[in-house]
């Protein structure tokens, strides 16, 4: 049973910095890739970062490239999206997302709130 549990939101102020989990079982996560998405209030999910299997790297949207780094522990079997610089409009619900076996798996989001 693959389930992934975000935490780690909150409110901070427009600068402020914020790390999120998402710990996770079901799965290794080293072998998988595992993404962040977000949603602001009206708008459609959108993809944030991802960081692949084995050695194969990260990625980001260029709206937070520079600012967020994506990040595993294996042995915690956890993903982490440390968030720096945060701004107004990174406001939103933050969710991490895997594909395995076919199937997309969700968490239930953290909320993030950034005050200007």
């Known amino acids: 049973q693959v389930r992934l549990v975000e935490s780690g939101g909150g409110l901070v102020q427009n600068g402020g910095s914020l790390r999120l989990r998402c710990a996770t079982s079901?799965?290794?996560?080293?072998?998988?890739?595992i993404n962040w998405f977000r949603q602001a209030p009206g708008k459609e999910r959108e993809f944030v970062a991802v960081i692949r299997s084995g050695a194969s790297g990260t990625e980001y949207a260029d709206s937070v490239k520079g600012r967020f780094t994506v990040s595993r522990d294996y042995a915690r079997s956890t993903v982490y999206l440390q968030m720096n610089s945060l701004k107004p409009e990174d406001t939103g619900r933050y969710y991490c997302?895997?594909?395995?076996?076919?199937?997309?798996?969700w968490g239930q989001g953290t909320q993030v709130t950034v005050s200007s």
């Open positions: 997302n895997v594909v395995f076996r076919g199937n997309a798996f």
């Open positions: 079901g799965i290794v996560v080293n072998r998988l890739h």
